[in-house]
């Protein structure tokens, strides 16, 4: 079998990539490790940048997003377990976010894909991606107990952290930058109704998170010991140390209810260079991940496939190997800028181990620096909503 581009991954940049692919009339299988049902079971990302809601719209698959989603101008940072300050994102930037929950826009793709009749096989076992520096390039798997093997033009590793494509670019070719942080993030689903805006809150109990999904579906996050496990934290316990991290006037507020799902999530910082290997591109988790205070993995998941996808396109359309031959350095210019932002975000609004009183000052100080700034608050504010892309995508 041949194809021109074989997508590894199904999540959102590999589904996003082949949607626009198909657009653009370029043959493309995408392989999956986990089954469909699988991959809309795990409970991720909720916020959308400006510019990742563009590049959705132009990529066709926008009708519920625009239907269902909700656009927020502000987010609020609250401290001390009394300070409350809105960052007007939209009065200081012109731009908003989008509240959609990342299994919606996975389901939309699949969806897509579905209409599309792409070729998406689930449950590919043993993916490898072999000779990406030869002319022949090949993508072998086993699907229904059968080996396959697919040739192609070009590899898209679009497989996550822990997927195959970074490493099939030998350990001297590429160099890791990482960052963990000593805490987790313990994240509930509730089906009760959301604050109105997101409520990010440093306590000297830890950092909090009010989020949202849809007008009755809440995301809600305390940070965690990273040893804790999902069956530590009854629901009552986890309410009432998230209403202890909130300043009391919001804490009234927050609708509580039984969870309907639980997770403990890692927090880390990554980046592997380059983020192309002769004819493979890595797009995604795959190449990077940024802690989740900062609201990025998504969004540079999206902006590497806006690169990737235009690169592929000018290549395909014009002969124009330009775009490809850019690509890494583009794509790690916005990568390496939200990686400095969620580390910023995370630095500021978590409880650290081992913090001094220097520390503790320091992080009050930049706080009330922020309360008194406009310019300080302007900066959060075009970083959390997106830096707008140099060549945004063309809507039809
Ligand atoms: P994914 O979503 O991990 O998808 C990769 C896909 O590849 C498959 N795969 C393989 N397929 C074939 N062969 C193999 N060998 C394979 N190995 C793996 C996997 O099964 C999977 O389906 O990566 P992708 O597409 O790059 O998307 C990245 C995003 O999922 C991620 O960055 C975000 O979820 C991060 N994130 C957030 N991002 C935001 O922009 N805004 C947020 O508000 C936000 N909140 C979050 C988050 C991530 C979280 N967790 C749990 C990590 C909140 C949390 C708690
Ligand atoms: C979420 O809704 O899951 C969410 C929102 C904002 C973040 C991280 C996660 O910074």
């Known amino acids: 079998m041949r194809t021109k581009v074989v997508i590894v991954g199904g999540g959102p940049a590999g589904m996003l990539l082949s949607q626009i692919l198909h657009?653009?009339?370029?043959?493309?299988?995408?392989?999956?490790?986990?089954?469909?049902n699988y991959v809309l079971g795990r409970i991720r990302?909720?916020?959308?940048?400006?510019?990742?809601?563009?590049?959705?719209?132009?990529?066709?698959?926008?009708?519920?997003?625009?239907?269902?989603?909700?656009?927020?101008?502000?987010v609020?940072?609250?401290?001390?377990?009394?300070?409350?300050?809105?960052?007007?994102?939209?009065?200081?930037?012109?731009?908003?976010?989008?509240?959609?929950?990342?299994?919606?826009?996975?389901?939309?793709?699949?969806?897509?894909?579905d209409d599309n009749g792409t070729s998406?096989?689930?449950s590919a076992d043993d993916v490898a991606v072999n000779d990406v520096t030869t002319e022949s390039p090949h993508v072998t798997f086993r699907h229904n107990g059968a080996d396959e093997r697919i040739d192609c033009d070009y590899v898209a590793g679009c497989d996550g952290f822990h997927g195959v494509s970074r490493a099939a670019i030998p350990e001297a070719e590429r160099t890791e930058y990482e960052r963990t942080y000593p805490f987790g993030w313990l994240g509930i689903l509730s089906e009760t109704p959301p604050l109105p805006h997101l409520v990010y809150?440093?306590?000297?109990?830890?950092?909090?998170l009010c989020s949202t999904r849809n007008p009755m579906l809440s995301r809600y996050y305390v940070q965690c010991p990273i040893e804790d496990h999902v069956d530590d934290w009854s629901d009552d316990r986890f309410w009432s140390e998230l209403s202890a991290r909130l300043p009391g006037e919001v804490a009234d507020r927050v609708v509580t209810g039984p969870s309907i799902e639980k997770s403990i999530a890692p927090l880390r910082s990554f980046v592997a260079e380059p983020m192309r290997y002769g004819n493979l591109f890595l797009a995604g988790d795959s190449a990077h991940i940024v802690p989740p205070t900062g609201a990025k993995g998504l969004?540079?998941?999206?902006?590497?496939?806006?690169?990737?996808?235009?690169?592929l396109i000018a290549h395909y359309r014009d002969g124009d190997t330009a775009h490809l031959d850019g690509y890494s350095g583009e794509a790690l210019e916005r990568v390496w800028g939200s990686v400095r932002f969620s580390w910023w975000m995370t630095t500021l609004l978590h409880r650290f181990p081992d913090m001094t009183d220097f520390d503790q000052r320091l992080q009050e100080r930049e706080l009330s620096y922020l309360a008194s700034s406009t310019a300080a608050q302007a900066s959060m504010a075009?970083?959390?909503?997106?830096?707008?892309?140099?060549?945004?995508p063309e809507e039809e």
Do not use: C
Request: proline share 3%; aromatic share 6%.
């Open 23 to 36: 657009r653009a009339e370029i043959d493309h299988v995408v392989l999956e490790r986990q089954t469909r």
């Open 45 to 74: 990302a909720g916020i959308l940048e400006w510019s990742s809601v563009e590049v959705i719209r132009a990529a066709g698959v926008s009708t519920r997003m625009d239907a269902e989603g909700e656009a927020h101008d502000l």
């Open 76 to 113: 609020n940072l609250a401290w001390g377990g009394e300070h409350v300050l809105p960052i007007r994102v939209k009065e200081l930037t012109g731009r908003q976010m989008m509240a959609y929950g990342q299994t919606e826009l996975q389901q939309d793709l699949y969806n897509a894909a």
């Open 120 to 122: 998406l096989l689930f």
């Open 201 to 208: 809150t440093n306590h000297e109990r830890g950092f909090g």
């Open 299 to 311: 969004n540079l998941a999206v902006s590497d496939v806006h690169l990737l996808s235009r690169a």
């Open 382 to 392: 075009e970083q959390y909503v997106g830096i707008p892309f140099a060549n945004p």
